[in-house]
């Protein structure tokens, strides 16, 4: 071989390597365009999106638990109402009778007595309050309030009660009760 035909063959040779290099240099130009880089503009946002949304279930679990708080609480406050005067409200739909319902003078102020004239006997169901306590006493009626006797029924430091068109209303420190009265024309 000719030193000509050596240097011919060593141009296309440099030549097809150059267009090789050129074909590869292309290829790896191509694929850095399609292959999105770390740390780019959708990294960051895939980082904000993931943020929204551990803020929004942080946000819905605080709002759970506020809203869990208020239905325990209102729940407690029904059952402690029911416990405080259920009795009172019973005992006056059992004895809701033509001027059973009264106005009394109990130890601590004005009492609600519940008069029940039987056969042997007429007795009073005395509601009032003493030391800081609503309690439910059952005695003849004209005989002296004995608060010994008397049964509590919670405690609480006030105690008032209603009577206008048919509706008792009664109130303690927590607690509303109202209860329709059919029968007790001319009561409390």
Known sequence: ??????????????????RDEQVLEALASSARMRTPQRGG?????LMILFAVFVAIELLAVGMATISYRSLHEMQEKSE???LELGPVVSALRAGDQ???????????????VIVDALDHGTYENRIYLYQGKL????????????????????????????YDEGLLTIKTDDCVAKVALRNALGGA
């Open 80 to 82: 402690r109402s029911s």
């Open 98 to 112: 033509r001027s059973a319902i009264a106005r009394g003078t109990g130890p601590e102020g004005e009492s609600l």
């Open 41 to 45: 503009s959708m990294g960051v946002f």
């Open 135 to 162: 309690v439910e006493e059952y005695s003849v009626q004209g005989t002296p309030y004995t608060p010994s006797k008397a049964t509590s029924l919670g405690a609480t430091s006030s105690f008032s009660f209603a």
């Open 1 to 18: 071989m000719s030193d000509w035909t050596r240097i011919a063959d060593d141009g296309r040779a440099a030549e097809r390597g150059s």
